[in-house]
C-alpha cells in the first residue's frame, strides 16, 4: 500500500467535474486541498478517520466553486495557505515559489505554475526528500491542461503559454511522483480530459499530447483549439474567492411558501426553477419557469442560465433531497433563496399550469430539431439538419430558434431547460426529445450527421 492508499481521500464533485482531497497527517490532523464551500463530503470523510482539519489549501481562486478555505478556518481553526500573488483579504499564509510549510513530518512545497490563473500554485507534497506526489490544481491535469480564458479571451493566449512553461517545470519531478489534479473529466474548467481523476507524471510524459508539442506556440494552439464554452458564473466567483465568501454560522435550511406567497415573490422579481424530474415538468407546471432538474449537474446550468441577484423560489417534488438542492446553490454563490414551493401545493390552490410535449425519437416526424448540446457533442453526431445553438447561448439567441422545434440534447434533462427558456421568450407549439440522437438512429434507422 502506498501513501496515497493509507493517507488521501479524493473527494469527487461530479457535477462540476472536481476533486478535493483530504491528507491524513498521521497524528490527528488533517491538510485540505481545493476544498468547496459544500463541505459535506470532506466532513464525513474526516470524521470517519477521526481527524481535525488543521491546514486549507487552495491552488488557485477557483472560478467554478466558492472556497471552503475559510469555513474551515471558522470551524476547525485551520491555518489558510495560498498564493501571496491572489491578494486575497482575509487571514491566510501568502506563499511565493519554492516556500514550504511543515506539516509535522510532511512538508508542503508551493510551486508557481500560472497558466490557468495568473497566481496559480501546485503544492508538492514531501516525506523528508521524496516527493510523494503534487497536487496541480488547474495545472497539469490528466491527458490535458486546465483553460487558460478565464480572464478574457485577450489574455488567453499569453496565459497558455505560461501554462506551457508550467506543465514542463511539473514535467521535470520524478516520473513516479503523483499526480493530484482538481479539474478533471466533465468539469468546464479543463481542456477535454480523460475519464481518469489521477496520474503520474511518467504516465503523463507518455500520453499527454501537450507535453509532446515542441514549443510555445504549438502547445497554444493545442489548448485554445480543444476549449469550448463555460458557464457565465465563473466570470463572477474569482473575485468572490479573492475576497473570501461568507462563513455560515449554521447549516441552511430550505422553508416552504405557500402558492400565495409564491405569487408575491413573482411580483417583486423572484426566479422561478423548478427542479422536479423533467417527466413532472413537462405534465404541468407554473408559466414562466426554469426546469433544472434536480441532479449533479443542478449548480452548473443555474449559474449559467439564472442571475444571482433575485430571490429563487425552487419548486420541488416530494422526497426531493432540499439539502443538496441548497448546498449546490449555495457552493456557487446564490445566496438569496426564497424557500421552496411543493408542487402540490400550488395545484391545490388552483395555480396557473402550462404543459410541454415530451416525444420518444419515433414520434418527430419531419419537425425542425434544435440541438441544444455542446459544440463538441454535436459535432460528433448530430440529427440530420438540426439546428445548433447550445443552451448557455439560447437566451440570447432565443429568436433564432425554429418555430415548433423538437429540443434535443443527449438525454432529455437540457432539452427540457431549453425548451423552459424558450418558452418563456414567447415560442410555443414546442416538443423535446425523450433521449438523444443515439435514439433517434435506432428508432429511424438513419444514420448521424457529423460535423458543424
Not at 514550504?100 to 507534497?125: C, I, K
Not at 496541480?136 to 480564458?149: C, K, P, Q, W
Not at 423548478?274 to 413537462?282: I, N
Amino acid at each position: 500500500m502506498g501513501f496515497a492508499d493509507d493517507h488521501l481521500t479524493p473527494l469527487v464533485d461530479e457535477g462540476l467535474g472536481n476533486n478535493a482531497y483530504l491528507v491524513d497527517l498521521g497524528d490527528g490532523r488533517a491538510l485540505a486541498v481545493d476544498a468547496s464551500r459544500d463541505l459535506r463530503a470532506l466532513r464525513t470523510a474526516a470524521e470517519r478517520r477521526g481527524l481535525s482539519v488543521a491546514f486549507a489549501a487552495d491552488t488557485h481562486l477557483h472560478a467554478d466553486f466558492l472556497t471552503g478555505a475559510l469555513q474551515l478556518a471558522a470551524d476547525d481553526g485551520a491555518t489558510v495557505l495560498a498564493s501571496a500573488a491572489g491578494h486575497r483579504t482575509f487571514d491566510h499564509r501568502g506563499l511565493a515559489d519554492g516556500d514550504e510549510v511543515d506539516l509535522g513530518g510532511l512538508t508542503l512545497r508551493a510551486l508557481a505554475t500560472p497558466g490557468h490563473t495568473d497566481e496559480h500554485l501546485s503544492f508538492l507534497l514531501l516525506d523528508d526528500t521524496k516527493e510523494l506526489g503534487v497536487f496541480t490544481g488547474g495545472s497539469l491535469i490528466v491527458g490535458s491542461a486546465a483553460r487558460t480564458d478565464l480572464l478574457g479571451a485577450d489574455r488567453a493566449e499569453e496565459l497558455a503559454r505560461a501554462q506551457y512553461h508550467s506543465l514542463r517545470r511539473l514535467a521535470e519531478l520524478p516520473d513516479e511522483t503523483a499526480v493530484w489534479p482538481t479539474h478533471g473529466a466533465g468539469s468546464f474548467c479543463s481542456a477535454p480530459p480523460g475519464a481518469e481523476r489521477t496520474t503520474t507524471i511518467g504516465v503523463q510524459k507518455q500520453v499527454n499530447a501537450l507535453l509532446a508539442a515542441p514549443d510555445e506556440a504549438t502547445f497554444a494552439g493545442q489548448l485554445l483549439a480543444s476549449l469550448g464554452s463555460y458557464p457565465a458564473y465563473f466570470d463572477r466567483l474569482g473575485e468572490i474567492n479573492r475576497r473570501g465568501p461568507a462563513v455560515l454560522s449554521t447549516d441552511p435550511t430550505l422553508a416552504a411558501l405557500s402558492a400565495a406567497e409564491t405569487r408575491r415573490l413573482l411580483g417583486e422579481g423572484a426566479q422561478i426553477i423548478d427542479v422536479r424530474p423533467l417527466t413532472d415538468f413537462a405534465h404541468g407546471h407554473i408559466p414562466g419557469a426554469i426546469s433544472i432538474p434536480l441532479r449533479d449537474q443542478f449548480a452548473t446550468w443555474l449559474g449559467w442560465l439564472l442571475p444571482d441577484d433575485a430571490p429563487l423560489v425552487f419548486v420541488t417534488a416530494p422526497g426531493q433531497d432540499l439539502a443538496e438542492l441548497t448546498w449546490q446553490a449555495l457552493k456557487i454563490g446564490y445566496e438569496r433563496q426564497a424557500r421552496h414551493l411543493e408542487w402540490a401545493a400550488w395545484q391545490a390552490d388552483g395555480g396557473e399550469r402550462q404543459t410541454l410535449d415530451l416525444l420518444t425519437a419515433d414520434r418527430i416526424g419531419d419537425r425542425p430539431v434544435l440541438d441544444i448540446r455542446q459544440r463538441a457533442e454535436h459535432v460528433a453526431g448530430h440529427i440530420p439538419d438540426a439546428v445548433h445553438i447550445e443552451l448557455g447561448d439560447l437566451a440570447g439567441l432565443a429568436e433564432e430558434a425554429p418555430a415548433g422545434a423538437v429540443v434535443a440534447c443527449g438525454r432529455g434533462e437540457r432539452a427540457m431547460t431549453a425548451a423552459s427558456l424558450l418558452a418563456r421568450a414567447g415560442h410555443d407549439g414546442l416538443a423535446v426529445l425523450d433521449g438523444g440522437p443515439g435514439d433517434w438512429a435506432k428508432a429511424t434507422g438513419r444514420a448521424l450527421e457529423e460535423g458543424a
